[in-house]
Structures are given as structure tokens and as C-alpha cells.
């Protein structure tokens, strides 16, 4: 019989008996392990009572407590990162080392939250009027419910609990369904590390418990991540519904090769940032922009290394592992037929890998195509594969003309030694984050995360200061202490004396 994948609410398992489940699969068996619960609207408000119910302790919990339990789970997480490495690996497919390094990620942030005391200061004005001071503080705004997808399920959720919790919310985390556990290992092991039943809380499901969330009166805010249709829902939704609301969306990274630039660094980090994570991640490179005549000294290289590239099981030691599931394997591949059709070419067809793993693994190579007409839709949806397209240019300036062209705008790279070029692309891209010589410029823990246009909506990015922002609100304290001088009656509106 299949593993049962229960809720996490209350700081134990929470099985209703009467579910409606979904399938998870180890990717590269192609064959369902397990079957996850699928909540209802009883096991919303079951989650959102248990983490409202566990606020208002874990707010007034002194800040050397708060600390202390985040603490120790570092040290636990640091200790025992392997297992859910293999978590990771066999619900999501990608490859172990892939796997401990986006732990190793989501980590940095929790090393960053731990220096909340520093950040959550407040200000303070001595003397702002004649025997007057004003001060403002920073508090925890409630139940923050985050929804996370599939391709990173330690990683991005930690881009946001450290810091809500550390902040003194509690949490509602909706991981996806596709490989829900990793979620559930976060959740124990917090509770091992101390923290009170209630404050960190897993709702399994698909739209019916986001959308649940979304209208819950107990949820303060939502910190969603996924694709741009989805994040535009739940942005429109959860603002409507008075929540505080960061939601951030798909995307499709260029990176621009210039004329100048070093072909083999270039070539090492299309291979890598293209077919990392078998594509399946929100910053991997997916097109190419070559400025002429770069294109076929770039391409040969780019050919060469992907020849020298195991797809297989993530166990096994390969470079790349199998896609998250079959649908999305056949989606994907079914990106090469209209690639042909539209007019570009099949420089490698990852159809035809011979997968070190299962046969019924969902495979699919890493692909090169060239040529891509920019009105495709290869080129303009977010494929989000192991899948890599090269589009020839004749300038900079059409190249980041075109960039600014696309829907999103999450990550972009500049490979160039010209240190003039590399200032203007910073300055005039129209993206969040840029990468110069860097494909996947993810910034550190302490600038916050985020892309533009459809790839974030709402007004604070992820992590760092903004971080901070999201899950505080801020209160302004003006205080005199009153002597006989300050008697007397005036009806106009107060002024600084
Ligand atoms: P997804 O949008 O399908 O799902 C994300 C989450 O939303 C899941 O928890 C899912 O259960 C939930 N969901 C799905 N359909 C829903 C609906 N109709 N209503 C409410 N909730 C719904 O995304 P995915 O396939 O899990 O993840 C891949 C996508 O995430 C890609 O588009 C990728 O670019 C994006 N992503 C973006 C970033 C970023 O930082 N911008 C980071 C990682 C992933």
C-alpha cells in the first residue's frame, strides 16, 4: 500500500479519514508512492484555528526564546539536511546535489532571520515637540499563509516561515501537492527544535484549500509563489479580500552573449543554468540572446558539453534528473513540435535520451534549439524544461530591446568583458534581478528576492529588509508626559511647539 500524506496542524498529524487525496510520484520510477490529503474548507479553518489560536503566545514569546528555537533548528536542519535531500529527490526528481544545494538556500535565509533582533528595531525621536517623543515599533501581523510549488519545496518555503516566525507570526504552509513531504520534515523537526504546537501549521491540497485561504478573516497575508496566471488570482483575490499580499510569478531569463565575451565560460553557464534542476526552476537560463557573430562558435560549444551530460536517476550520481511528472514531461517535449513547425532548428533533441534509471522515469534530454522566431511560442511562454533556445541578434541594442519586450521580467545575465556594456544592461534592463557573467543571479539572503512586471505582483519582494516589511506592520507612538503647563483647552490641530 502507498504512504498516506497527512496534514500538519496543531503540532501533530491531522487525518479527517474522508479525503479527497492526490497522486505523488517518485519521478524517476515513473511509478505513484504515495497519496496526499487534499483539504476541504473544515480543514482550513482547522489549520487557521490552530495557528490563530497559537499567535498571540508566540508574539508575546520574550525574543531570546523566539531565537533560541530557531537556533536550534538551524543546528538540526545543518545535522540531518541529507534526509531531506533524499525527501526532495525522490518526490521531486531533481538530483541530490541539486537538492541539499537549494537547502543550503533556504537555509541562508534562516541564518539571515536570525538577526531579527537588529532588524525589528524600532526608531526613536527625542523631542520631536517641546517635551515630546515619538518612537515606532514593529509588530507581527497574525496567521501568514504561505502556497509554494513544486520545484523547490524546502527552499522556497523557507524563503518566507524564518522570517514570519522570527517576526513572531504563525504560519500556514500549502506546499504543492506534487511533492508535498518535505514540507511535513520542515514542520517536525520545528517542532523538535521547540516551537509551540499551533505556530507552524501544513495544509495539503490543491485550489480548493488556496482559495479557502485566500477568503479565511483569520489569514493576515499571503506569500504565494508559482506560476504568472496563478499568482495573478491569488494576487487580485487575497487584496480584495483585505490581506496583505506578495505573489510572485513564472518567468523566462535570457542571458545576452556579446560579441567579447569568454565562449567557454559562456558555454558552461548556458549548459548550467539551462538544464539545472532539468529546467524546472523560476531563474534557469532559457534563452540564449547571441549577438552575431557569436551564435555558431557559441552553439558548438554549448553542443559540446551537453554530449558529456548524464539524465537519470537523481541517486545515481547523474547531472540531470527526470521532470516532475508525466504530464508535464509530455508538455514539455510537445514544445519541439511546435518549435519545428514555427521555423526553428533542433540542434539536440532531449526525445531521444537514453535515461541511466527507469524506463517508465519521466525523461525528457536536455534540448538545444536554435533559430527560435521570437513570435513562437517556445520563445514566449515559460516552458519550464530542459529546454534551451538560442535566438541570433545583430546588437546589444536589439538584444536588450527584445528582453524588454518579453511578459516577464524575473532574471536576466550579460556575458561580456566589456565593463561598459555590463553597466548600461544593469541599467537599462527591465528585470529584477541581473546576473553580469553571473547566469542565475539569485541575490544573498540579506537583498531581497523578486522579479518585475509578471513575475511579481504586489509591492514587497521576498526575504531580506522586504521581508521584514512584509510580515510587520508598523506602529508610531507619540508620548508626553504631562505636567500643569500642558492644561488648558485648544480645538485646533496639534502643531510642534
Ligand atoms: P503552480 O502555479 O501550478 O502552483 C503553485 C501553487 O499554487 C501550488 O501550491 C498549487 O497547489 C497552487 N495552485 C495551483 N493551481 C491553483 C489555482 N487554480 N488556484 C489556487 N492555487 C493553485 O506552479 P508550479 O507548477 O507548482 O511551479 C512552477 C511555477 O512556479 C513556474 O511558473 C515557476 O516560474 C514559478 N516559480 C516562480 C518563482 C519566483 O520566484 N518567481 C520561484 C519558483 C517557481
Not at 514540507?183 to 495539503?204: M, Q
Not at 504530464?327 to 513547425?341: I, M, P, Q
Amino acid at each position: 500500500m502507498s504512504e498516506r500524506i497527512v496534514h500538519w496542524i496543531g503540532g501533530k498529524e491531522h487525518d479527517p479519514g474522508e479525503s479527497r487525496l492526490g497522486p505523488v510520484y517518485d519521478p524517476a520510477l515513473g511509478t505513484r508512492t504515495a497519496s496526499v490529503l487534499l483539504a476541504d474548507a473544515a480543514e482550513v479553518d482547522a489549520a487557521v484555528a490552530a495557528a490563530a489560536a497559537a499567535f498571540p503566545a508566540w508574539r508575546d514569546t520574550s525574543i531570546a526564546k523566539r531565537q533560541a528555537v530557531l537556533f536550534t533548528f538551524r543546528e538540526l536542519l545543518n545535522a540531518r539536511r541529507n534526509e531531506l535531500a533524499e525527501i526532495i529527490t525522490r518526490e521531486h526528481g531533481k538530483v541530490l546535489s541539486d537538492a541539499l544545494g537549494e537547502i543550503v538556500r533556504g537555509q541562508e535565509v534562516l541564518e539571515f532571520a536570525l538577526g531579527f533582533p537588529e532588524v525589528l528595531k524600532g526608531a526613536y525621536t527625542q523631542n520631536a515637540s517641546t517635551g515630546v517623543d515619538v518612537h515606532s515599533i514593529r509588530q507581527p501581523i497574525g496567521v501568514a499563509a504561505i502556497v509554494s510549488p513544486f520545484n523547490f519545496p524546502a527552499m522556497v518555503p523557507m524563503w518566507f516561515f524564518p522570517i514570519a516566525l522570527a517576526a513572531g507570526n504563525s504560519v500556514v504552509l500549502k506546499p504543492s501537492e506534487k511533492d508535498p513531504s518535505a514540507a511535513v520534515w520542515l514542520a517536525r523537526l520545528l517542532a523538535e527544535a521547540g516551537l509551540p504546537d499551533g505556530v507552524f501549521n501544513v495544509l495539503h491540497g490543491d485550489r480548493a484549500a488556496v482559495d479557502g485561504l485566500l477568503a479565511h478573516p483569520d489569514v493576515a497575508s499571503v506569500s504565494f509563489v508559482g506560476s504568472t496566471p496563478i499568482a495573478r488570482h491569488i494576487y487580485q483575490t487575497a487584496a480584495a479580500n483585505g490581506k496583505r499580499v506578495q505573489a510572485l510569478g513564472g518567468a523566462k531569463n535570457h542571458m545576452l552573449v556579446l560579441p567579447d565575451a569568454d565562449l567557454d565560460l559562456a558555454a558552461d553557464a548556458a549548459v548550467n543554468a539551462g538544464f539545472g534542476s532539468a529546467g524546472e526552476r523560476c531563474m534557469a537560463i532559457s534563452v540564449v540572446v547571441a549577438v552575431e557573430p557569436v551564435a555558431d562558435p557559441l552553439i558548438a560549444r554549448i553542443t559540446e558539453r551537453m554530449r558529456g551530460l548524464r539524465t537519470g536517476d537523481g541517486r545515481r550520481g547523474c547531472d540531470m534528473g527526470p521532470l516532475v511528472t508525466r504530464e508535464h514531461r509530455d508538455r514539455v517535449a510537445g514544445y519541439l513540435d511546435v518549435a519545428v513547425s514555427d521555423g526553428a532548428t533542433v540542434v539536440v533533441d532531449g526525445r531521444d535520451v537514453v535515461a541511466d534509471g527507469a524506463p517508465e522515469g519521466f525523461w525528457l534530454g536536455p534540448t538545444l534549439l536554435d533559430k527560435v522566431p521570437t513570435a513562437s511560442r517556445v520563445y514566449t511562454d515559460e516552458i519550464f524544461g530542459p529546454v534551451l533556445s538560442v535566438v541570433r541578434v545583430g546588437s546589444y541594442e536589439e538584444a536588450v530591446a527584445l528582453i524588454n519586450s518579453g511578459a516577464f521580467g524575473n532574471g536576466t545575465a550579460i556575458f561580456t568583458n566589456d565593463g561598459g556594456a555590463a553597466r548600461r544592461f544593469q541599467l537599462e534592463v527591465e528585470v529584477g534581478m541581473v546576473g553580469i557573467n553571473v547566469p542565475i543571479p539569485v541575490p544573498v539572503a540579506y537583498h531581497s528576492f523578486g522579479g518585475w512586471k509578471e513575475s511579481l505582483f504586489g509591492d514587497t519582494k521576498a526575504y531580506g529588509a522586504d521581508g521584514f516589511r512584509f510580515f510587520t506592520r508598523e506602529k508610531a507612538v507619540t508620548t508626553r508626559w504631562l505636567d500643569p503647563s500642558h492644561g488648558g483647552i485648544n480645538l485646533g490641530f496639534p502643531q510642534n511647539t
